[in-house]
T-cell receptor
Framework: EDQVTQSPEALRLQEGESSSLNCSYT??????LFWYRQDPGKGPEFLFTLYSAGEEKEKERLKATLTKKESFLHITAPKPEDSATYLCAVQAHAAGNKLTFGGGTRVLVKP | DVKVTQSSRYLVKRTGEKVFLECVQD?????MFWYRQDPGLGLRLIYF???????EKGDIPEGYSVSREKKERFSLILESASTNQTSMYLC??????????????FGPGTRLLVL
């Protein structure tokens, strides 16, 4: 059974204080690992897809990396507008287009 | 831009009522999904559909049914609503698995309260 575990559950940062979110996964044949951002009361918004170990993707202050067992979402010099819940999901080759989600990390960036 | 819309943002229903949640996507996507999201439990897949009139059970289908009569529309039905179905319901769509970068695109969600 595919499993995704995100840590920490919650993270409080000062503006400018860089940090990393962890997504550990077990999957039978990884097809892709996805990162989403979710604001309160809204649907998840797609950020990145990573396909193979060693791959990295960047978008503004966010950088996602992937190894064979986990992915990290690095937030560099965060701003208050980066406050959100960040969700990680995996897709297995045998799962068609189904995703298995982690529980998310709630990030609060204080000015 | 992909657009996924859901018929209601907030809904209040009584126990035992039949509830319909509608989802429409405008990108001609083959796949559509219904999730529920609860604090501490994350997103859980209820049902999904790979094509018109086709449906597959997800991880928690009990108490729900779905309908996909047209490619762009996917409905979630609560046959007899119960208080434990109070939740945030999220619809998503994606193109066929053979297309690269085939992430799922989510609607804004429907917050359902069953009294």
């Amino acid at each position: 059974e595919d499993q995704v575990t995100q840590s920490p559950e919650a993270l409080r940062l000062q503006e400018g204080e860089s940090s990393s979110l962890n997504c550990s996964y077990t999957v039978s044949g990884l097809r892709g690992l996805f990162w989403y951002r979710q604001d309160p009361g809204k649907g998840p918004e797609f950020l990145f897809t990573l396909y193979s170990a060693g791959e990295e993707k960047e978008k503004e202050r966010l950088k996602a990396t992937l190894t064979k067992k986990e992915s990290f979402l690095h937030i560099t010099a965060p701003k208050p507008e980066d406050s959100a819940t960040y969700l990680c999901a995996v897709q297995a080759h045998a799962a068609g287009n189904k995703l298995t989600f982690g529980g998310g990390t709630r990030v609060l960036v204080k000015p | 831009d992909v657009k996924v819309t859901q018929s209601s943002r907030y809904l209040v229903k009584r126990t035992g009522e039949k509830v319909f949640l509608e989802c429409v996507q405008d990108m001609d996507h083959e796949n559509m999904f219904w999730y529920r999201q609860d604090p501490g439990l994350g997103l859980r897949l209820i049902y999904f559909s790979y094509d018109v009139k086709m449906k597959e059970k997800g991880d928690i289908p009990e108490g729900y049914s779905v309908s996909r009569e047209k490619k762009e529309r996917f409905s979630l039905i609560l046959e007899s609503a119960s208080t434990n179905q109070t939740s945030m319901y999220l619809c998503a769509s994606s193109p066929a698995p053979s297309i690269p970068q085939e992430t799922q695109y989510f609607g804004p969600g429907t917050r359902l309260l069953v009294l």
